[in-house]
Nanobody
């Protein structure tokens, strides 16, 4: 089971680190991605990381501000979010990709965790 955590209320310009813990250790050989869904909007891709952490890919909207990483010993994926702004306000979800190398396509992710809410106040 994937469990996302670390969300909360932060002021614009601030930082948060999200965690995605895999309690059953099911994604050690899979890429993992982060998506987000703002109120009234479609769920959108944020970032993905390959099975060994060697390859990462970001949405243009977060590139240079967010960093995805993983600790395979802890079976956890992180999303460090810096310089947050109001447009980053959303529920953030982590998901396991079907393969070892991730993608931005939501349909390529087969297993989703619960989301964690990030609210950025201006």
């Amino acid at each position: 089971q994937l469990q996302a955590s670390g969300g909360g209320l932060v002021q614009a310009g601030g930082s948060l680190r999200l965690s995605c813990a895999d309690s059953k250790r099911t994604f050690s050989n899979n890429a993992v991605g982060w998506f987000r869904q703002a109120p009234g909007k479609e769920r959108e891709f944020v970032a993905t990381i390959s099975w060994n952490g060697g390859t990462t890919y970001y949405a243009d909207s977060v590139k240079g501000r967010f960093t995805i990483s993983r600790d395979r010993t802890k079976s956890t994926v992180y999303l460090q979010m810096n310089d947050l702004n109001s447009e980053d306000t959303a529920v953030y979800y982590c998901a396991r990709h079907r393969s070892a190398v991730g993608s931005s396509n939501r349909q390529d992710y087969s297993y989703w965790g619960q989301g964690t809410l990030v609210t950025v106040s201006s």
